[in-house]
């Protein structure tokens, strides 16, 4: 049951969170709340262009009657700041700079929210032109506060629980918790069917990258899992990035070649993701959307905190090592308690996920 509306509550609202991935799946979860609880509420989205299919289907969807490829907000606001830094003195730069905040302020939003707590993102908040300008009072970036025109004390352990709060603050009254709503992207799910023919049962997704260094456990023993989990019966597939398919390759080579790598656009991980029975991989974007659409996790933590970034709302076992401390320094050095979680305690984990998922 959504909550009932609150008279308060804005008549439209910019979420910004620009990304990155599982940052983006977080803040789902507070907007899809905010939708179920608002069907009403005009709701705008600035976010890189790069993770623009996490809210619409694809490119030309991104305004206009919501529907299953766009199934939350009422706009997509693309965003490309980290091209635009690379060039900042360049023309186009300067007409994509102002065409993008052209199109936020045309939209006349009374609220712009900034649930990334970045400097960047409290500028794009500021520049977009609404009439109230809210953010987290423990903003990630100190400095990004002073953009802000009402700061939010959030509450809460977990970062999803975090965005909830300032979500409820922004809406003026409490929200009942909702799972995010992603696109169904109906040409995603048939290049999928299509990649997977006959394999498309008893899948288990592997993600031996992560966006940083510190936090990848070695690709070496995803491929000994995926090997003892093929002779148990499973499928196991391999998503990477085209800038990490050396770890592909070397999980595909320690299973013996029964690990297969599959590339997928954001819209086709979606369509993967959904017919997996288990997800194993560290704090990862896909490892949170498994965790979102309610896949089964095993997530191998090492310097991040699981306390705050734990897999939530499913099945799921995190393993971390006493050895590892909490970091956000995004260090490339391996962390050396998430280097100490065995293969062999993986395949267990696994193995026990799966038993109970499917008894």
Same mark, same amino acid.
């Given at each position: 049951?959504?909550?009932?509306?609150? *008279?308060?509550?804005?008549?439209?609202? $910019?979420?910004?969170?620009?990304?990155?991935?599982?940052?983006?799946?977080?803040?789902? !979860?507070?907007?899809?709340?905010?939708?179920?609880?608002?069907?009403?509420?005009?709701?705008?989205?600035?976010?890189?262009?790069?993770?623009?299919? $996490?809210?619409?289907?694809?490119?030309?969807?991104?305004?206009?009657?919501?529907?299953?490829?766009?199934?939350?907000?009422?706009?997509?606001?693309?965003?490309?700041?980290?091209?635009?830094?690379?060039? $900042?003195?360049?023309?186009?730069?300067?007409?994509?700079?102002?065409?993008?905040?052209?199109?936020?302020?045309?939209?006349?939003?009374?609220?712009?929210?900034?649930? #990334?707590?970045?400097?960047?993102?409290?500028?794009?908040? #500021?520049?977009?032109?609404?009439?109230?300008?809210?953010?987290?009072?423990?903003?990630?970036?100190?400095?990004?506060?002073?953009? !802000?025109?009402?700061?939010?004390?959030?509450?809460?352990?977990?970062?999803?629980?975090? !965005?909830?709060?300032?979500?409820?603050?922004?809406?003026?009254?409490?929200?009942?918790?909702?799972?995010?709503?992603?696109?169904?992207?109906?040409?995603?799910?048939?290049?999928? &069917?299509?990649?997977?023919?006959?394999? *498309?049962?008893?899948?288990?997704?592997?993600?031996? %990258?992560? %966006?940083?260094?510190?936090?990848?456990?070695?690709?070496?023993?995803?491929?000994?899992? =995926?090997? =003892?989990? =093929?002779?148990?019966?499973?499928?196991?597939?391999?998503?990477?990035?085209?800038?990490? #398919?050396?770890?592909?390759?070397?999980?595909?080579?320690?299973?013996?070649?029964?690990?297969?790598?599959?590339?997928?656009?954001? +819209?086709?991980?979606?369509?993967?993701?959904?017919? &997996?029975?288990?997800?194993? %991989? +560290?704090?990862? %974007?896909?490892?949170?959307?498994?965790?979102?659409?309610?896949?089964?996790?095993?997530?191998?933590?090492?310097?991040?905190?699981?306390?705050?970034?734990?897999? !939530?709302?499913?099945?799921?076992?995190?393993?971390?090592?006493?050895?590892?401390?909490?970091?956000?320094?995004?260090?490339?050095?391996?962390?050396?308690?998430?280097?100490?979680?065995?293969?062999?305690?993986?395949?267990?984990?696994?193995?026990?996920?799966?038993?109970?998922?499917?008894?």
């Amino acid at each position: 049951m959504s909550s009932a509306p609150s *008279a308060n509550a804005p008549e439209s609202l $910019l979420v910004v969170r620009l990304g990155a991935m599982g940052d983006v799946i977080h803040t789902l !979860y507070a907007v899809s709340a905010l939708r179920s609880a608002f069907p009403d509420m005009r709701i705008g989205w600035a976010i890189e262009e790069r993770w623009t299919e $996490l809210l619409a289907g694809n490119s030309a969807d991104r305004c206009g009657p919501r529907s299953p490829l766009r199934p939350v907000v009422d706009r997509v606001h693309p965003l490309n700041t980290k091209q635009w830094r690379r060039s $900042l003195l360049s023309r186009t730069t300067w007409n994509e700079l102002k065409t993008g905040f052209r199109g936020m302020r045309e939209q006349n939003y009374v609220v712009a929210a900034d649930f #990334q707590g970045a400097i960047k993102s409290a500028l794009v908040s #500021q520049y977009a032109g609404a009439k109230l300008t809210v953010g987290m009072e423990n903003a990630r970036e100190g400095p990004a506060r002073i953009f !802000y025109s009402r700061r939010i004390s959030t509450k809460g352990t977990h970062v999803i629980q975090q !965005y909830h709060s300032l979500a409820e603050a922004i809406a003026r009254t409490m929200l009942t918790p909702a799972k995010p709503v992603f696109p169904r992207d109906e040409r995603a799910e048939q290049s999928i &069917a299509d990649k997977l023919g006959e394999s *498309a049962r008893n899948l288990v997704i592997l993600n031996p %990258g992560a %966006g940083w260094g510190a936090k990848q456990w070695p690709a070496e023993r995803f491929g000994h899992v =995926a090997k =003892a989990l =093929a002779h148990d019966g499973m499928i196991p597939v391999i998503n990477s990035s085209p800038a990490e #398919q050396d770890l592909a390759l070397t999980v595909q080579r320690d299973s013996d070649g029964r690990a297969v790598p599959i590339s997928c656009t954001i +819209g086709e991980l979606i369509a993967l993701t959904r017919r &997996a029975s288990l997800c194993i %991989g +560290g704090d990862t %974007g896909p490892m949170h959307l498994a965790a979102a659409l309610g896949v089964p996790v095993v997530a191998l933590f090492g310097p991040t905190d699981p306390a705050r970034n734990r897999p !939530y709302g499913t099945h799921s076992v995190v393993l971390r090592n006493p050895a590892s401390r909490t970091s956000l320094s995004h260090t490339g050095v391996p962390d050396p308690g998430l280097r100490q979680i065995t293969s062999d305690e993986v395949i267990a984990v696994a193995r026990r996920v799966l038993e109970s998922s499917h008894g």
